[in-house]
C-alpha cells in the first residue's frame, strides 16, 4: 500500500514539476521565437529585371495556377491587373505575402532578382 501511494504522490509531484522545467528551457538557453509566416527580408539592390529569365521564372513557378484554362485563376494579362498594381511593390507584397489559395515565395524560393525579373515579363505582357 505504501509502495502505492509513493508511486501516486510522485506522479502528482513530478509530472507538473517536469511540465514547468520544460517551459522554462526557452528562457534560460536564450533562444528566440521563430516568427510564423514568410520571413520578411531587407530590400536588396537588383539590376533591371529580365523579362526573358522573368517569363521562365514565371513559366516555371507560376504558370500553372494563372493560365487561362483554370476558372479560379487571376490572370496577370490584363488591363484590370495592371491598373490594380501598377507599382512593382503591390506585385511583391502579393507574391511575398501569398493571399490564399496562393503560395507565399519567399526570398529562397524566389531571390530578389528573381522578383525583377518576373516582374519585367509582367510588365512586358501585352
Known amino acids: ?13 513530478l ?3 517536469i511540465s514547468i522545467l520544460t517551459l522554462l528551457i526557452p ?9 510564423i509566416g514568410p520571413s520578411y527580408d531587407a530590400p536588396v539592390e537588383v539590376s ?10 514565371f513559366r516555371s ?4 495556377c494563372h493560365v487561362k484554362e483554370n476558372p479560379n485563376a487571376i490572370l496577370l ?5 495592371k491598373a ?3 507599382d512593382d511593390a503591390s506585385i511583391i507584397s502579393i507574391v511575398r505575402g501569398g493571399p490564399a489559395p ?10 530578389d532578382q528573381e522578383m525583377a525579373d518576373v516582374i519585367a515579363y509582367l510588365r512586358a505582357l501585352p
Open 15 to 17: 509530472l507538473p514539476l
Open 102 to 111: 496562393m503560395p507565399a515565395f519567399n526570398s529562397q524560393m524566389l531571390d
Open 84 to 86: 490594380r498594381h501598377a
Open 77 to 81: 494579362d490584363t488591363a484590370d491587373f
Open 48 to 57: 533591371a529585371g529580365d523579362a526573358v529569365n522573368g517569363e521562365y521564372l
Open 27 to 35: 528562457l534560460v538557453s536564450g533562444k528566440q521565437e521563430r516568427a
Open 1 to 13: 500500500m505504501s509502495s502505492t501511494r509513493h508511486y501516486v504522490i510522485s506522479v502528482f509531484v
Open 61 to 64: 513557378k507560376c504558370y500553372g
